[in-house]
């Protein structure tokens, strides 16, 4: 059973350019989360998707950052006119559709660097 | 509200026991523990729920105190590969309400 699967893992853009995280979540999860890490900081939150809805975008800054997570294909994290400050570690979880007990599956993180 | 931890770091020998708290402000539901190793994925240690239930892994145990609003993760007999940042993350509802993670303890266990 594959885990959580994020690419890319590592992205490079120049200051004004558009990044794209993209998320597939764990078979038979369809809850995603997506947060943001800084160096020696912790898991900042950002929002919380289920097929076709945002259930909670309290973390997201209101400009530029946007995310969905479609029918079909993968959640995305969509950064646009980077900055040097989107420089960070994006990681996405899942959790279960059923039985959801909290505990969340992370993937292994795409790390933006804005030039 | 974010969780606070403490210590924020921890350096030990092999084989010696550490504590990691993890308090909150607000009425809790769940407290949750993940360790992140650097530049990898953080990995689910155990879930505690109200009513102060102890869990264990491996020889990683934890408490939650409900009226405190706090959990600690009892680290004993500390191995080499303990090593890594820990995190507490914090529901006030539960289910797939999102978590909200402390900044960390980092933990070196030395030989």
């Known amino acids: 059973n594959a885990g959580v699967m994020q690419n890319p893992r590592h992205l490079v853009r120049r200051r004004g350019q558009e990044a794209r995280l993209r998320c597939s979540p764990m078979?038979?999860?369809?809850?995603v989360y997506w947060y943001r890490q800084l160096p020696e900081e912790g898991l900042k939150f950002m929002v919380y998707?289920?097929?076709?809805?945002?259930?909670?975008e309290s973390g997201m800054p209101k400009e530029r950052f946007s995310a969905e997570f479609p029918k079909e294909g993968p959640s995305i994290l969509r950064i646009q006119q980077v900055v040097r400050g989107d420089s960070a570690a994006y990681f996405c979880?899942?959790?279960?559709?059923?039985?959801?007990?909290?505990?969340?599956?992370f993937g292994e993180g795409s790390r933006l660097t804005v030039l | 509200q974010q969780p606070v931890q403490s210590p924020q770091a921890v350096i030990l020998r092999e084989g010696e026991d550490a504590v990691i708290n993890c308090s909150s402000s607000?009425?809790?539901?769940?407290v949750h523990w993940y360790r992140q190793k650097h530049g990898e994925a953080p990995v689910f240690l155990m879930i505690?729920?109200?009513?102060?239930e102890q869990k264990g892994h491996e020889k990683i145990s934890a408490s939650f105190n409900e009226k405190k609003q706090q959990s600690s993760l009892y680290l004993t007999a500390s191995q080499l590969s303990y090593s890594g940042t820990y995190f507490c993350?914090?529901?006030?509802?539960?289910?797939?309400?999102?978590?909200?993670f402390g900044k960390g303890t980092k933990l070196t266990v030395n030989p």
């Open positions: 979880a899942s959790s279960r559709s059923t039985g959801n007990t909290g505990e969340l599956f």
């Open positions: 078979k038979g999860h369809s809850h």
């Open positions: 998707l289920q097929k076709e809805n945002i259930i909670d």
């Open positions: 607000k009425a809790l539901y769940s």
């Open positions: 505690l729920l109200k009513g102060g």
């Open positions: 993350g914090t529901q006030t509802q539960g289910g797939s309400e999102k978590l909200v």
